[in-house]
């Protein structure tokens, strides 16, 4: 008796850890591409362009776009626009949007995940978004804040998955 609860206590860890690691890869299979740039000295000037090369070869499959944000917690404000835009392989412009980011709440608590002075933020920045074409879409991403300098943003990024 005192072996079949053994084996019973056994097979329900085993079984709590496949599953739990076929969820976390399949949360990764819709993950197409994403990447991170780093703002020298966190201080994001106004006319510095991110820019991200996204490979694209399915046309068919739409997708979620997100941005993601590493900021500071000296960072002055609760918010950060941003200018995007995203550039088709024959350099034609697909879109031109500007886009709001809550980094804190009206009490000033950041909104972001992480530890010490650094929390990261993925906004959704568009559902259904469609590559018409095959080939290298160009991702560029301006601050669009008031400052000539921006300070406190160490990085600027996006992930982009399937729908």
């Not at 399949?26 to 591409?33: E, M, P, R, Y």
């Not at 626009?81 to 879109?95: D, H, R």
């Not at 018409?132 to 008031?146: E, F, H």
Request: net charge positive.
């Amino acid at each position: 008796m005192n072996n079949f609860r053994v084996i019973k206590i056994f097979a329900i860890r085993i079984s709590t850890f496949f599953v739990l690691a076929i969820s976390i890869f399949a949360c990764n299979l819709k993950v197409v591409d994403g990447n991170y740039e780093t703002i020298p000295n966190a201080k994001w000037h106004k006319d510095s362009v991110k820019t991200f090369q996204i490979p694209v070869s399915d046309t068919l499959q739409n997708h979620k776009m997100y941005i993601n944000v590493r900021n500071d917690i000296n960072f002055k404000y609760s918010n950060l626009w941003l200018f995007v835009e995203i550039i088709q392989p024959n350099n034609s412009k697909a879109l031109i949007d500007t886009f709001e980011i809550t980094l804190a709440d009206e009490r000033g608590k950041w909104l972001g995940t992480g530890f010490g002075g650094v929390k990261t933020i993925e906004s959704l920045y568009k559902r259904n978004v469609y590559f018409p074409a095959s080939g290298i879409y160009d991702l560029r991403i301006t601050q669009g804040m008031r400052d000539d300098q921006l300070k406190g943003i160490t990085e600027i990024g996006y992930r982009l998955e399937k729908e």
